[in-house]
């Protein structure tokens, strides 16, 4: 086994300390035969040989030690410094040949999604996303070894400072694979969630749809369309309002571009193709045994699943009550003790 690269193949839900929490799942799905765009992982094995070449980051580490939540003029201030340093240091020459060598069994002409797996992140208890970098449509060798290189970087933004912090996990036991993922170009990008995350009812699922890259979604850039699912039948549809979405450039990198008037209000997804996804994510929940926070695309007749993360968020049912056909009623006694007075109409509909 590489310790600097692994295949997609070789990883599985289990590899979370050499692929990270993104990297793991990306394995476990494409082992267990989901329509996962095929790919390899940077290990954290190359993240820390990396780090070692570095004189100067235990004091840098020290520094963050010494970091406290109300400092954040602080934390932004030492994470400038962490990430400009190690952007300057060189790739070690055994790790690029790696990364070089996994890239070329690839395809050197093909373009890549480049994402941050960081240990700490997608995790059953702590599954909170976007911490470190993304890099879309990456094309060549340089580009390639540039966006490994930030995203090792982005281990130190200043929101996965805060989350170390918050969370605490020391700085120093948190490491970052980097994905490296043949390119897809849907037309329809979108976030599905195998149970309703807003009412938390577990037989809806919940889907959102936009057009072009999922980059738009991140960013808040665009608002995207909302379907629901329950029992097979499509529940509820809301449309939004699309202008603009985010495409790939054929020389790399992407751009914002405007959509044509007939598709602001128009549906992104076929209603075929949502009762299709909706099935394919409750797939992948009863793989994993728990609600899932799914990322998908969809290009050319064909579903991509481009991540899978649990929902950390529901109010926690009971397995002998999950399992049970019975309707029940639970009770939150903590809510109790601490919501004393009468909830007003407000706070009922938030």
Not at 154 to 168: E, H
Not at 200 to 214: C, E, K, M, N, P
Not at 318 to 331: A, I
Request: proline share 5%; hydrophobic share 40%; glycine share 10%.
């Amino acid at each position: 086994m590489n310790p600097y690269v692994l295949q997609f193949d070789e990883i599985d839900g289990d590899s979370l300390p050499d692929a990270g929490g993104k990297g793991a799942n990306l394995g476990e799905l494409t082992n267990a035969g989901f329509p996962v765009p095929p790919g390899f992982c940077v290990t954290t094995g190359s993240y820390r040989a990396f780090v070692e070449t570095s004189t100067e980051m235990k004091g840098f580490f020290a520094q963050l030690n010494e970091l406290t939540l109300d400092s954040l003029d602080q934390i932004r201030a030492v994470g400038e410094r962490i990430r400009n340093h190690l952007r300057s240091l060189p790739i070690p020459s055994g790790v690029r040949a790696a990364i070089t060598s996994a890239w070329r069994k690839k395809g050197i002409e093909g373009a890549y999604a480049v994402r941050s797996s960081a240990t700490a992140e997608d995790l059953p208890t702590a599954s909170f996303a976007g911490q470190q970098e993304t890099y879309l449509n990456v094309l060549g060798e340089e580009d390639l070894m540039e966006a490994v290189r930030n995203c090792w970087a982005s281990l130190f933004t200043d929101r996965a400072i805060v989350y170390r912090l918050k969370n605490g996990f020391d700085h120093r036991d948190v490491y970052v694979s980097v994905v490296v993922q043949q390119m897809v170009f849907p037309e329809v990008y979108g976030i599905l969630f195998t149970a309703d995350p807003i009412s938390g009812h577990r037989s809806t699922v919940s889907i959102d749809a936009g057009f072009g890259l999922g980059e738009a979604f991140v960013s808040g850039m665009v608002s995207a369309d909302l379907y629901q699912v329950r029992s097979g039948q499509i529940v509820k549809k809301q449309i939004a309002e699309k202008k603009k979405a985010i495409y790939g450039l054929p020389g790399g990198g992407t751009e914002i571009r405007g959509l044509p008037r007939e598709q602001w209000k128009q549906q992104a997804l076929p209603d075929e193709t949502i009762l299709e996804l909706a099935r394919l994510g409750k797939r992948i929940e009863q793989h994993y045994g728990k609600e899932q926070d799914i990322e998908w695309g969809w290009g050319d007749g064909q579903l991509w699943i481009l991540q899978s993360r649990p929902i950390t968020t529901l109010y926690p049912i009971p397995d002998e009550v999950r399992d049970s056909e019975k309707l029940r009623v639970l009770f939150s006694f903590g809510h109790q003790q601490m919501m004393t007075e009468a909830m007003k109409p407000m706070s009922l509909s938030i």
